[in-house]
């Protein structure tokens, strides 16, 4: 095939685990690929050679800036950019969708393509809690989509008009470090320092949501509609709420002992932990 009207960008970090399994399943479209790198120390940076990516450097803060800092320092050519994560694969029925792709093919006021993401944990697809299908917005014409920076942790991408979902588009994403549960659970505590402070910030109104919270809109839209009643809810009462829904009302029960470990930490493990520390900044401000 013949160069696709698309490029696609990775952030990466000490990534040989993941790098090579992403390259190889997007490596037949013959796109150009843009790594943004934090000071990788590992393989990461002669993987991406070899793979002919174009690669920078920029150092971390979080996930939303470096995305940011992406899309305004790379020189993409093509008419759309896809932005993926290190540990996230191309799978087959996606890889056909992208090989047929062409611009002309999109209705001219779309802007935006959601994929459908398969989380794996500890090496199974977890199917239910919310998990499947969940829909990320992944593909943009490029220079009209943009990083959401009001956010500390979960990055997501924002565009302005029409967007379209590929219930079929899947993207595999599975981090093999998190099979060690020390690897997990020091990761997310470094992340509710992130979320504590933006829902800190929220409260005091130096800080709002990019996007229209709306229950019928996009996904993204729906998810904003939820944060905003999750902001609602009393701190400590919340993650347990949460858990009871992701593992019974949603069925995160069916996910076996990897969805058991799973949702207990990500539901209701993490949230109490935020909580707690939002706690802890309300009493330090107060003193203050």
Do not use: C
């Amino acid at each position: 095939m013949g160069r696709p009207d698309f490029s696609f960008i990775i952030l990466t970090y000490n990534e040989e685990k993941h790098l090579p399994r992403l390259l190889n399943s997007i490596k037949e479209l013959n796109a150009p690929v843009f790594i943004l790198d934090s000071g990788s120390t590992d393989n990461t940076l002669k993987i991406a050679e070899e793979f002919g990516a174009k690669v920078l450097y920029n150092k971390f803060e979080n996930h939303p800036k470096q995305w940011d800092f992406a899309l305004k320092n790379f020189d993409i050519k093509t008419p759309w950019t896809i932005g993926l994560d290190a540990d996230q694969v191309v799978l087959p029925e996606l890889f056909e969708k992208l090989k047929n792709f062409k611009d002309e093919d999109i209705p001219k006021d779309v802007n935006g393509i959601y994929f459908n993401r398969k989380n794996y944990f500890k090496g199974r697809w977890l199917k239910h809690g919310g998990y499947f299908p969940k829909y990320l917005l992944k593909m943009f014409r490029t220079s009209v989509g943009y990083s959401d920076t009001n956010e500390n942790m979960d990055h997501r991408f924002i565009v302005p008009g029409k967007t379209i979902i590929w219930k079929d588009g899947y993207i595999k994403e599975e981090n093999l470090k998190e099979n060690e549960i020390g690897f997990w659970i020091e990761k997310h505590n470094r992340y509710s320092d992130l979320v504590a402070q933006e829902e800190i910030e929220k409260r005091n109104k130096l800080r709002t949501q990019s996007i229209n919270p709306r229950f019928f809109g996009s996904p993204d839209e729906r998810i904003a509609f939820f944060k905003k009643i999750w902001w609602s809810l009393p701190l400590f009462v919340r993650p347990f709420l949460y858990f009871f829904y992701r593992f019974i009302i949603q069925l995160g029960i069916l996910d076996g002992k990897e969805g058991w470990i799973f949702h207990y930490l990500q539901a209701f493990w993490f949230r109490l932990i935020v909580d707690i520390k939002i706690w802890e900044l309300k009493k330090k401000n107060d003193r203050a």
